[in-house]
């Protein structure tokens, strides 16, 4: 199934998916037993997620400019609500409809963007376990556990050969990539040093995979459908995630694997300042939460760098940087509420 245009455009709300499920149209003057409403897309756990990557900014921040750490803490609890709200959406809309989620879950525009759910706890797992740390540990395995069968079967599916290049985009990078780093920082934080350099692993060796695959698509096929043009942005996030678990695995040292990281991660961000011109022609979607997690995280790990190198005007240069992330994610939260409202 290739992915076109008219697949994916949303007003913010509607799904991509067609209606196969819904079964014959009532007769007219008949009562039908409940409505049969779309699912909601899935393109909505992007917003926590994003939040997630704002809250990650200005811990590192805060820690680098001594700063009071409510900030960061507010931002992590808001992240929480919003991720728990849309589960609970989801779960709500899936009683009241008669749509196959699976056929949602094997989408080729909203699949993978699935993994978010669980890779949104794996985050929020470590921040709980400087509270609870039996309660950060449970959240963690749950989440993994939720993400590796995902991912398992996901990863089945598109082994049926159906899959078509065109359909392929950045979230495609979600259920293993980022559920892989994401749950290395998560688990080493968490004091699971052996189950973070697992899943460390299996971020490394996708990231390279499909790395690859993403760019492939990008290079030899059709140009993306408008709304999954942000998911672009999403290619400039493996080093900075990776980069952030291999500091939480092995301290906060510029060593040879952390420079490594530092390095492709320099050339993702030039090449998202390239593709500005082509973002700024964009309507706004919900696909713009695309950008919001990558430059969290781009921006808590060049904060640390900032720290390690000792840079001249290192405090200014990181206040600038969480200024401009928070304005960023701060306009596209009131842009998508706005949007909401209407």
């Known amino acids: 199934m290739e992915i076109t245009a008219s697949a994916v455009e949303e007003p913010l709300a509607a799904s991509p998916l067609s209606n196969p499920q819904a079964g014959p149209a009532a007769e007219p003057g008949a009562q039908a037993a409940?409505?049969?409403?779309?699912?909601?897309?899935?393109t909505t756990f992007a917003a926590p997620f994003g939040l997630g990557g704002l809250a990650e900014a200005?811990?590192?921040?805060?820690?680098?400019?001594?700063?009071?750490?409510?900030i960061a803490w507010g931002l992590w609890v808001l992240a929480a609500v919003v991720w728990l709200w849309v589960l609970t959406a989801h779960v709500v809309r899936g009683i009241r409809t008669r749509l196959s989620l699976r056929a949602q879950l094997r989408h080729p525009a909203q699949g993978p963007i699935a993994a978010l759910a669980?890779?949104?706890?794996m985050l929020l797992a470590a921040q709980l376990h400087r509270w609870s740390p039996l309660g950060g540990r449970v959240l963690l395995l749950a989440s993994l556990a939720v993400a590796l069968a995902f991912a398992a079967w996901l990863i089945a599916g598109w082994f049926d050969g159906r899959l078509k290049l065109a359909d392929v985009h950045g979230g495609y990078l979600l259920p293993t990539v980022a559920a892989g780093f994401v749950g290395g920082e998560s688990a080493a934080v968490n004091g699971l040093p052996g189950l973070g350099w697992a899943a460390f692993g299996v971020g490394v060796f996708f990231a390279i995979v499909m790395t690859a695959v993403v760019v492939l698509r990008l290079m030899l096929e059709s140009p993306l459908p408008a709304p999954l043009v942000p998911s672009m942005a999403i290619l400039a996030a493996p080093p900075a995630v990776g980069g952030l678990a291999w500091f939480a695995l092995t301290g906060e040292r510029a060593d040879t694997v952390a420079i490594a990281f530092a390095g492709v991660g320099a050339l993702m961000v030039a090449v998202q300042l390239a593709l500005l011109p082509r973002y700024l022609r964009l309507g706004f979607t919900l696909g713009f939460w695309s950008f919001t997690f990558t430059a969290g995280a781009i921006v808590a790990d060049t904060i640390i760098w900032l720290g390690l190198g000792a840079v001249p005007g290192a405090a200014v240069i990181s206040a600038v940087l969480l200024a401009a992330v928070t304005v960023l994610i701060g306009g596209i939260g009131i842009r998508s509420l706005l949007a909401l409202r209407r």
């Open 34 to 42: 409940r409505p049969v409403r779309d699912r909601i897309p899935l």
């Open 118 to 121: 669980p890779t949104m706890g």
């Open 58 to 70: 200005w811990t590192a921040g805060g820690e680098a400019l001594h700063l009071s750490p409510a």
